[in-house]
Nanobody, 121 residues
């Protein structure tokens, strides 16, 4: 079964750094756009950062200059480096991957299980 497995997250002080990682387990045809989303309590899930197959990245205005998304296609993984975190970054972070399955290349969307990030002193 193909799934996304997230790692990282936890408690970090304001101004600190944290790195989230996400890897695809199982066999796939290819990875397309990958991204990180977050959802704070009582809020809708929002895009934090995305990265295309060609390596073009886009970021939410609230994280520009602080977060960096990267991908490693050989490892079927995507990471989010979070620097200069602030309390408003507190949320459950979800990894998302647009993939194509093997064989006919049917597209599919995978979501990670979510990992809690808490920014607090």
């Amino acid at each position: 079964q193909v799934q996304l497995v997230e790692s990282g997250g936890g408690l970090v002080q304001p101004g600190g750094s944290l790195r989230l990682s996400c890897a695809i387990s199982g066999i796939i045809g290819s990875m397309d756009t990958m991204g990180w989303y977050r959802q704070a309590p009582g809020m809708q899930r929002e895009l934090v950062a995305g990265i295309t197959k060609g390596g073009n990245a886009n970021y939410a205005d609230s994280v520009k200059g602080r977060f960096t998304i990267s991908r490693d296609d050989a490892k079927k993984s995507v990471s989010l480096q979070m620097n200069s975190v602030i309390p408003e970054d507190t949320a459950v972070y979800y990894c998302k991957a647009d993939i194509r399955r093997t064989g006919l290349g049917v597209p599919a969307v995978l979501w990670g299980q979510g990992t809690q990030v808490t920014v607090s002193s």
